[in-house]
Nanobody
Framework: QVQLVESGGGLVQPGGSLRLSCAAF????????MGWYRQTGGGERELVAR???????EFAPSVEGRFSISRDNAKKTVFLQMDNLKPEDAAVYYC???????????WGQGTQVAVSS
């Protein structure tokens, strides 16, 4: 059974930092592209950052320079370090695991990030 378990969300003041973690179970982690997406209210889920199997990284323009993504294949975990958080970063953050060869596309349950003074 595939599971992506996110953790690390919470309430932080503007300018603060949070580190999200996503532990993967039931997949060959190193063969998956891993990503973080976020969603607010009834809006669409948008890409925040992703990291390929070869550790190539991509970021949404709105978080470039403030967020970083990394992966630990041995621990089957992907991280999202979020610095200098802004109120507009508040959302539910979702972990995603994707492998095009097998059309696999898995999602975590989401973790809430709130940014407020």
């Amino acid at each position: 059974q595939v599971q992506l378990v996110e953790s690390g969300g919470g309430l932080v003041q503007p300018g603060g930092s949070l580190r999200l973690s996503c532990a993967a179970f039931g997949i060959s982690f190193s063969s998956y592209e891993m990503g973080w997406y976020r969603q607010t209210g009834g809006g669409e889920r948008e890409l925040v950052a992703r990291i390929t199997r070869g550790a190539i990284k991509e970021f949404a323009p709105s978080v470039e320079g403030r967020f970083s993504i990394s992966r630990d294949n041995a621990k089957k975990t992907v991280f999202l370090q979020m610095d200098n958080l802004k109120p507009e970063d508040a959302a539910v953050y979702y972990c995603n695991a994707r492998r095009m060869e097998s059309s696999d596309d898995f999602w975590g349950q989401g973790t809430q990030v709130a940014v407020s003074s």
